[in-house]
Structure formats: structure tokens, C-alpha cells
């Protein structure tokens, strides 16, 4: 059922139910007023009734003959009977009425008054006490008055109760259609979505309503979905570029080394930078599927202490083969317990080293890079400075992208993922991290631990 329909369906039973139970209400109260007011009138019909016949001997001949006046205007369409102590019609007419019978006039006898409607009347009886015994009035009146005002009342309820139906449906039908119109049209613009243009967002309404939210909400998902496309294409694009060098490497070394004898020299050397080209593909694996499986890392932390990792990341930068970088390590606290972390220190060790190792590569030996841990306030702060080339404005929102890389590397080696690695492992231990930086003159990032 489309929600249209469901609209419609929801507003005319809505419409409904209330229009019923007010009509219901409407009625009864009209059913109960009307037919106290025909006993009332039958009460007072009784009463007068009482009067003339059994006070006639005690009232005065002119009252008495402007009560038989009376009487007779306000008996008209009325019988009357009334019974004496033998249950035996003493005055009045004889109704020879089956709904009038022992029964009823004992009740009457006991409760001094009754009240009840038959098919085709109204009965209303009282007890009334005279020097001449103890008797009981009996009227009753016609009621097809009273069906007919019934019958007429219920015609014009089910008549209006009908056009409501049919008049709250085809609105709700109509409203339906203009409430349901963007949703109709946001559809629409989502069907007609191109995979090749998927990150084309719809443009906004800006009513502030929840169809403005809906499709706030869609180009926000078009947004990560473009993105996840993009980072696709751009993994797609990174390892054809980046396994393929080495791959290229490694098969042109082997070519031209197959093609002759070589000394043991040779094959070590040619053994080494085989090996050093397949490290760099391991290396790119790793990196790819660490990235891919952090969020699923379970909690495997431990304490340990920042300083000794830094100084392990640098020592690492050393060896064979390796020109070592020069290093300002500040150590700014005293009380050693305050360098201590709980985390992932073999996460966090690759981490800081991507950090360690940009400062390396882009400062190109320019003085030294500068490490400092200290404190802020009550946090535990870590900063890495270098004097390099520094990141274009442009390029600063964008850096922690995966296989993002800045448009001034020129020919530094790197595959863009070092970066966003290092982002998602910081946001796995809720350390911030921030990046200062001018062109030309160096970058500093700044990690705040929790």
C-alpha cells in the first residue's frame, strides 16, 4: 500500500470512528430528551386526569368545570383509566390494554409512579389517594410522533454520515496527493540517478520540513556513497600505480639478470632489491588491511608509556643503509606516570611512525624534526614539527583521505594511505588530531590524548 493510500485510508476511518461515535452521542441525547419530555407531558396528563375525576366531589362547581376545561385540552390523543383498589377501571376509559396488568399497577402501588413505552405508546402511571380509596392513573399516548422524529433523525445522521465519508475521502484523497507530491518527485530524482553521476545531490526545498530532511538526509548518503565509489576507484587506480612499479621492478631486474652469469655480488645486490621491492608490497597489504579491518579490532589495550614509544619510532628510522634524521626529542613533564597511555601501543607505534615518518620525508633534510610531548591543561599532548615543504591550503581538509595525497609532493614516494591510517587509529583511542601548516615552511601535527 503506497502511503498515499495509506493516508486516505488512516484520515476517512479517523473521520469515521469520530463522526460515528458523535453521531451516536447526538442521537441518544435526542432519543432520551425527547421521550422525557413525552412522559413528562403524560405525568402532568395524569395528574389532571387524578384531579378531575376523584376531586370532583370536593372542588367547587366553577373550579371544577375550568379543570374539565383544562382536562380536556391537555387529554387530546391521550387515554386514561383509572383503577381501583380491585385493579378495576373506576373512571376513564377502559384500555383493555395487555401492557397494562396486575403487575404494573402493583409496581405502581409500590413505587408511586411508572414509566415505559410499548411498541406503539407511551404509559405513565401514578398512585393517587382519595376519601374514595386509593387509586392508580393510568394515560398513556401515541408515540408514532416520537418514530417518526427518531426515524427522520437517523435518516439525516446516516445521510450526513455518508457525504462525510465520501467528502473526507475524496479530500483526503486530494490532500493526500499535494502532501505526497515531493516525496512523488524526490523518487523520482532517485530512480533517474546515474551510477556515473551518482554524487549529483537533489536539490533542496528549504521549507524545513521533513521532506526538506529527507532529502538532506539522501545527499548526505550520495555524499559517503560518491566518496566510497571515489576511494574505489582511487584504490583501483593506487594498486595498479603502486604494485606495478615494484612488480615492473622486480621482473626487469630478473630479465636482464637471467641473461647472462653474475658474479655472487651481483646476485646478492639483485636478491636485495628484489626483496626491498616485495617488502614494499607487504608493506601496502598491511597497510590495506589494517585500514579494512580496524573498526573490528576488539579491545586489546595496555598501558604503556609515550616517551618510550617515541624514542622505539626513532631508533627505527636508524640502520644499515639509512641516513639517519635529526631528531629534537622534549620531554616537557617530570612526573613519568602522567606519560603513561592505555591503547593498542603496536596500532598507535604505526601510527605516530606515519606521523615521525612524513615530518621525514617532506622536510628533505632541513634542519631537524622536532618532537615534543607535554601538557595541556590536564591533557597529555604530543606534537611533531618539521621545516619542509609544508601542505598548500587548498590541500589541508583533505590530507586524512584515504590515497589522498597533497599537490606538491613532487617525487616523494608515497601511497596516501599513511595518513588516514594513522587518523583512524587515533580516532579508535579518541585522540584528536590536528595539522598546522604553510607552504614553505613546515607542518606541525598535534595529537591530544584522552
Excluded: W
Amino acid at each position: 500500500m503506497t502511503l498515499r493510500n495509506r493516508f486516505t485510508l488512516i484520515s476517512s476511518l479517523t473521520f469515521g470512528v469520530f463522526s460515528v461515535v458523535t453521531s451516536l452521542i447526538i442521537f441518544y441525547t435526542f432519543y432520551d430528551s425527547s421521550r422525557n419530555f413525552y412522559f413528562n407531558a403524560l405525568q402532568n396528563v395524569a395528574l389532571t386526569s387524578a384531579i378531575y375525576y376523584l376531586e370532583k366531589d370536593e372542588l367547587p362547581t366553577t373550579r371544577h368545570a375550568h379543570i374539565k376545561a383544562e382536562y380536556r385540552n391537555v387529554i387530546q390523543n391521550t387515554n386514561v383509566a383509572v383503577y381501583n383498589q380491585d385493579n378495576q377501571v373506576a373512571f376513564g376509559k377502559n384500555l383493555k390494554d395487555r401492557n397494562i396488568h396486575t403487575q404494573q399497577l402493583n409496581t405502581v402501588r409500590k413505587n408511586k409512579r411508572t414509566q415505559f413505552m410499548s411498541k406503539d405508546y407511551f404509559y405513565y402511571g401514578i398512585y393517587y389517594k382519595d376519601n374514595q380509596g386509593n387509586f392508580v392513573v393510568f394515560v398513556r399516548s401515541s408515540n408514532a410522533a416520537f418514530q417518526s422524529q427518531i426515524f427522520q433523525l437517523s435518516v439525516i445522521i446516516l445521510s450526513v454520515l455518508l457525504i462525510g465519508f465520501v467528502g473526507i475521502y475524496l479530500l483526503s484523497r486530494y490532500l493526500s496527493g499535494i502532501v505526497y507530491k515531493p516525496v512523488s518527485e524526490v523518487a523520482n530524482r532517485i530512480n533517474l540517478a546515474d551510477y556515473n553521476d551518482i554524487s549529483k545531490a537533489i536539490t533542496s526545498t528549504n521549507t524545513n520540513d521533513e521532506i526538506n530532511d529527507l532529502i538532506n538526509a539522501y545527499n548526505k548518503l550520495l555524499g559517503r556513497i560518491s566518496e566510497s565509489v571515489m576511494v574505489q576507484q582511487n584504490f583501483i587506480n593506487y594498486v595498479s600505480h603502486e604494485f606495478k612499479t615494484p612488480l615492473a621492478a622486480i621482473s626487469g631486474n630478473l630479465e636482464v639478470f637471467a641473461q647472462k652469469d653474475r658474479s655472487p655480488e651481483e646476485y646478492k645486490k639483485v636478491t636485495g632489491d628484489v626483496l626491498n621491492h616485495v617488502f614494499e608490497i607487504e608493506r601496502i597489504l598491511n597497510n590495506l588491511l589494517l585500514m579494512s579491518g580496524l573498526k573490528k579490532l576488539e579491545e586489546s589495550h595496555q598501558l604503556f608509556r609515550l616517551n618510550e614509544l617515541i624514542f622505539k619510532i626513532c631508533h627505527s628510522f636508524e640502520g644499515p643503509g639509512k641516513a639517519i634524521p635529526a631528531f629534537d626529542i622534549r620531554i616537557l613533564i617530570d612526573d613519568h606516570q602522567k606519560l603513561e597511555f592505555c591503547g593498542n601501543e603496536t596500532l598507535l607505534h604505526l601510527a605516530i611512525y606515519n606521523i615521525i615518518e612524513n615530518a621525514v620525508k617532506y622536510s628533505e633534510g632541513k634542519e631537524e624534526v622536532t618532537i615534543t610531548i607535554l601538557e595541556e591543561g590536564s591533557q597529555l599532548c604530543l606534537t611533531v614539527s618539521d621545516h619542509g615543504k609544508g601542505i598548500p591550503v587548498q590541500d589541508l581538509p583533505k590530507i586524512t583521505g584515504t590515497f589522498y595525497r597533497a599537490a606538491n609532493v613532487g617525487d616523494t614516494k608515497g601511497s596516501g594511505i599513511g595518513l588516514s591510517l594513522s587518523k583512524a587509529i587515533f580516532d579508535h583511542h579518541h585522540i584528536t588530531m590536528s595539522v598546522q601548516s604553510r607552504e614553505d615552511f613546515g607542518t606541525t601535527v598535534a595529537l591530544r590524548f584522552p
